[in-house]
């Protein structure tokens, strides 16, 4: 019996949008913050016992950038373990993750390319290698997305069972056709009975051999097949008390000792082939059954958050806006101005600075004085991007700090668009966040976003 355990790990950007320091965090004593006392409960512990190299893993971005500068030697842990795999059978055991943790079936093209390539650089940026899948922000997908996926190099990505419609009634992984010429694209959707018990049923996993049992007396044996179970890896230590035990547990010799071999997506294609066939069902995800309709509007995971419609539409308005403004200066300067956002990964990541990377784009037509506008410019799309993380969407209450953290780096964007431009887009903004209100608190969306601006005002001043 072949057998994955796929973990999610990821972390929101918790840092202040103007300070870019994270500030003490309430519940999370005695650490500074969540991501401090998750690393001590989880990361650090599923690091130290290895056990990164046996299941199959994500590190989002915004996580992985943190541990860069608080948790070196988790992190280093955490990359010899992935590239062990990788130098040992020649496929690694991780996936990339878009970059800003957004919900791409809402995002434009330009988002989307963005957000994949991103992240694409980020794993290759830690790991040394290509990426073979991607971990989409809430297994949210449209065939959109895979057509980026596949369109970049990305061959697979995991989805929850009810987000493909299998052809003939076949078991996966599965092949799913996208249009306009390119190969069918693979799927892996997780056991969601086992997914279910490990994430939302403590009692399932406290004892690794009942575990085990329960899923040999419970799953056919099928030498080609692949069971794989998904959950936040946070799980892992931190939702779930000595949960990082029992994971060690079971990856290291308990599993083994009844016939069941670990397995990862990566290698599992290099050593079989995918035959059957499924259509996606468009638009969904794993943590919304009603779609993706908790990031946009009220549905019933969040039947009170009436504040969310007003403020996905200002947003995605002062999105447009961010975008006309970059399009207006870049444009004429650069033959492709996406591309030259694409590519500020590599200046987000150390590897080349702004004036270089202008200069490889532009053809010919860059001059040094432009540098400022640009690279303000730049800046906001950064922020622009950081606007839709899912989190800012994701509960029922506006009055929570990642809807706040949204309008923050909103007015940012908004900040340094003006500062490159002289575009005023603050009265439009503020006239649409209006609308976003806490009905439980009365927080309005413009006083986040007027606070949130004087600060970078009076920051860039100083």
Known sequence: MNLCIHGHFYQPPREDPI??????????????????????????????????????????????????????????????????????????????????HCILPLANLQDKITQVRWG????????????????????????????????????????????VKPVDGAQGPYLVELPGGREPFVVFSYDQELSTRVSFHP????????????????????????????????????????????????????????????????KWLKDHSVKSRAKLAENTSWSCLHGVDRWEKTCGCTPQAYWKAPFRAALNQIGDWLDAAFLDVVAPIFPDPWELRHRYIDVMNGLIDTSDLCYELAKGNW???????????????????????????????????????????????????????????????????????SQKTGLKGDIVFSQTLLRAKEECAA
């Open 19 to 100: 300070s870019n320091y994270i500030p003490d965090e309430i519940g999370a004593e005695p650490f500074g913050n969540w991501n401090e006392r998750i690393l001590a409960e989880c990361y650090a512990p599923n690091a130290n016992k290895s056990s990164f190299q046996k299941i199959s893993f994500n590190v989002g971005p915004t996580l992985m950038r943190w541990m860069n500068h608080f948790a070196e030697e988790t992190r280093d842990r955490i990359i010899a373990q992935e590239r062990w795999n990788y130098d040992n059978f020649g496929v690694g055991n991780g996936m990339a993750q878009s970059y800003n």
């Open 120 to 163: 694409i650089k980020d794993f290759e940026l830690h790991f040394g290698h290509a990426p073979v899948g991607m971990w989409l922000p809430e297994t949210a997908a449209d065939t959109a997305t895979l057509c980026v996926l596949s369109d970049n190099g990305i061959q697979f990505t995991i989805l929850a069972p009810w987000q």
């Open 203 to 266: 009692s399932s996993t406290e004892n690794g051999d009942l575990f085990l049992e329960s899923i040999l007396s419970s799953r056919q044996e099928n030498p080609e097949g692949l069971i794989l179970v998904a959950s936040d890896g946070e799980l892992y230590g931190h939702h779930q008390p000595f949960r990082d035990l029992f994971l060690s547990y079971v990856l290291n010799g308990a599993a083994e000792k009844r016939g069941v071999q670990w397995t990862y997506p990566g």
């Open 367 to 437: 001059r040094k004085d432009q540098l400022n506008r640009v690279q303000d410019l730049l800046s906001a799309q950064y922020e622009r991007q950081r606007m839709f993380t899912s989190c800012g969407f994701f509960h029922d209450e506006f009055h929570r700090i990642e809807p706040q953290n949204s309008i923050a780096y909103a007015a940012k964007a908004v900040y340094l668009t003006e500062r490159a431009t002289g575009l005023d887009l603050v009265p439009a903004a503020l006239a649409l966040l209006r609308q976003v209100y």
